[in-house]
């Protein structure tokens, strides 16, 4: 079974910096591309950063230079460095992973990240 565990998230302050990481029970083989998407109550979920297994990156534009995507192959772990964290970063963060000649998006369970003072 296909499984995404997810870790990190939490409370942090405007400006601060959380770090949260996706390990995938999948041979890094199989895997096309993995990284984050996020919601809010009432919103579609949007795309925060992804990275694929050539190692290009994609950030919204809302992240970018913000946020950075790293991968473990070693570990099948992906990673999401959050800097300068904003309210507006506020939401449930899904890891998600693509694989293969597979056209289902796996999700993670999703981590509360909630930026506030």
């Known amino acids: 079974q296909r499984r995404l565990v997810e870790s990190g998230g939490g409370l942090v302050q405007p400006g601060g910096s959380l770090r949260l990481s996706c390990t995938a029970s999948e041979s890094i083989f199989n895997i096309y591309s993995m990284g984050w998407y996020r919601q809010v109550p009432g919103k579609q979920r949007e795309l925060v950063a992804g990275?694929?297994?050539?190692?290009?990156?994609d950030y919204a534009d809302s992240v970018r230079g913000r946020f950075f995507i790293s991968k473990d192959n070693a570990e099948n772990t992906v990673a999401l460095q959050m800097n300068s964290l904003k309210p507006e970063d506020t939401a449930v963060y899904y890891c998600y992973m693509l694989l293969h000649g597979d056209y289902t998006t796996y999700w993670g369970q999703g981590t509360q990240v909630t930026v506030s003072s």
């Open positions: 990275i694929n297994n050539r190692g290009g990156t």
